[in-house]
């Protein structure tokens, strides 16, 4: 039961993400583009699903267990610390680039069009170095 | 000044909700983040209990636009990046998100709405770099 709603919630979450128009890169563009004519559809998204997490997660805090697991599985890092700043740096002018990050970018690889497809492999091998970086290099 | 012919204050606040009634049932039921760069990455080195959840999540994300397509025409996409752009800026998202423990969905949304110092941080870094790229693609390059 929990790999169905692990699948609905990528499901819901991606249709999400089309209907809010964030699977257009000119339009992430366009809201990155704070100097030009811009366009604040991205903060929208973020305060409608922001606004429904916020009494979810303060309900889920309340609860012991979640309702098909053992356990809350919940980051318990609070520790603002040089991965996270330079990490998200380097997130953020990838995300200037071409208008996509992970969630809108694998939403898109079944359209038919082929440059999610080209983002998303360049991605997982992103990923896949960031692996061994910290396998091999230990790398904090 | 706003773009008032491509905002689209409705159908994004509409998705929105979407988006966080997804996180909702996924912390609720599951008891997880439902944060996209996570789940995916952690799929290279993965941990065997978690494997069929993690490709459940990205199935259900891969196959939206084919269920949305049962229902309506798909919004169009402008994707101004060539070829060489595309993975220039895939590695840096994908190797950036890793190294900071989240992306949009988990810093940005799920992050947030758990009123999370550490992602209001990412989400200043990230936005502050989008901003940069962007203005130096659009407005000194081009």
Known sequence: ?140 | MIDWANFTPWASLAGGLLIGLATSIFVLLNGKIAGVSGILGSLIRPVKKDILWRLAFLSGLVLAPLAYGLFAVLPAARIEANSQLLIVAGLLVGLGTRYASGCTSGHGICGLARLSPRSLVAVIAFMSTGFVVVYIMRHLIN
Not at chain 1, 59 to 64: D, E, H, N, P, R
Request: aromatic share 12%; proline share 5%.
């Open chain 1, 1 to 140: 039961m929990h790999i169905f709603t692990a699948f609905l919630t990528g499901l819901i979450f991606g249709v999400g993400l089309i209907i809010s128009g964030m699977t257009n890169p000119s339009k992430i563009i366009g809201f990155l583009d704070i100097a030009g004519v811009w366009d604040p559809s991205l903060l929208l998204v973020m305060v409608g699903a922001i606004t429904v997490s916020y009494f979810a997660y303060r309900k889920a805090s309340a609860l012991a267990r979640p309702l098909l697991g053992d356990e809350m599985q919940l980051p318990k890092s609070r520790e603002v610390n040089r991965r996270l700043v330079v990490g998200s740096l380097i997130f953020g002018a990838g995300w200037g680039l071409a208008g996509y990050c992970p969630g809108p970018a694998l939403a898109s690889i079944a359209t038919g069009a082929h440059e999610p497809i080209i983002f998303v492999i360049a991605m997982i091998a992103g990923m896949a170095i960031y692996e061994l970086m910290e396998l091999f290099f230990n790398w904090k």
